[in-house]
């Protein structure tokens, strides 16, 4: 696999997204205080066509105020069969619905519809961080709850390292408004 284009990466994303529907990745932000905060998070969605990702999440978490406050971070991925690992810089936006009608459809509800009912059970507890009581898979509403957002992140750049034995290549490729990309190999 070579890391060179964006439609080689594309490419070897939709390969191990055949097999494996969800990414997990190190997402980084940072706190009121600059300091670094990472935590792994699960991709329900890639878009590669359009480079956007979207994950769930806990609206009272403290990742959605940092990435509030500063919505650019960095999200990465190490694609452990091609020992390629992807630092991208993201631009995220967070889709809270506020009142029950927007929570209750359209593109929230169907996000939310596709989780499965013990991740479901997470949006019932106490805020992300605090001691809790796990709620039962009984208890799982239908409804979107007020608690659930979904972060919709929009690749900007691509560090790319493909590692091989005595080697590193490493190429980085930057989106141009409003869809194209230009790319530049930085080392060897």
């Given at each position: 696999?070579?890391?060179n284009?964006?439609?080689?990466?594309?490419?070897?994303?939709?390969?191990?997204?055949?097999?494996?529907?969800?990414?997990?990745?190190?997402?980084a932000?940072?706190?009121?205080?600059?300091?670094?905060?990472?935590?792994?998070?699960?991709?329900?969605?890639?878009?590669?066509?359009?480079m956007?990702?979207?994950?769930s999440?806990?609206?009272?978490?403290?990742?959605?105020?940092?990435l509030?406050?500063?919505?650019?971070?960095?999200?990465?991925?190490?694609?452990?069969?091609?020992n390629i690992?992807?630092?991208m810089?993201t631009?995220?936006?967070?889709?809270?619905?506020?009142?029950?009608?927007?929570?209750?459809s359209?593109?929230l509800?169907?996000f939310?519809?596709?989780?499965?009912?013990?991740?479901?059970?997470?949006?019932?507890?106490?805020?992300?961080?605090d001691?809790?009581?796990?709620?039962?898979?009984?208890?799982?509403?239908?409804?979107?709850?007020?608690?659930?957002?979904?972060?919709?992140?929009?690749?900007?750049?691509?560090?790319?390292l493909?590692?091989?034995?005595?080697?590193?290549?490493?190429?980085?490729?930057?989106?141009?408004?409003?869809?194209?990309?230009t790319?530049?190999?930085?080392?060897?």
């Amino acid at each position: 696999m070579s890391i060179n284009s964006l439609p080689q990466i594309q490419q070897t994303l939709r390969r191990i997204l055949i097999h494996t529907p969800h990414l997990i990745g190190a997402l980084a932000s940072s706190d009121a205080s600059d300091r670094a905060r990472v935590r792994m998070i699960v991709i329900r969605h890639f878009d590669l066509e359009h480079m956007t990702i979207r994950i769930s999440t806990d609206i009272r978490s403290s990742k959605v105020a940092q990435l509030a406050q500063k919505p650019t971070s960095e999200l990465c991925l190490w694609l452990s069969d091609q020992n390629i690992s992807l630092r991208m810089l993201t631009t995220w936006s967070v889709i809270q619905a506020r009142r029950l009608q927007e929570r209750n459809s359209g593109r929230l509800q169907t996000f939310w519809e596709s989780h499965s009912a013990s991740s479901k059970a997470l949006f019932l507890s106490a805020p992300p961080g605090d001691h809790y009581q796990p709620a039962t898979v009984s208890e799982t509403p239908t409804q979107v709850p007020i608690t659930f957002a979904e972060l919709v992140g929009h690749i900007d750049e691509i560090d790319a390292l493909e590692i091989h034995q005595g080697a590193q290549i490493r190429w980085r490729h930057v989106r141009q408004p409003p869809q194209t990309w230009t790319s530049v190999q930085l080392n060897p």
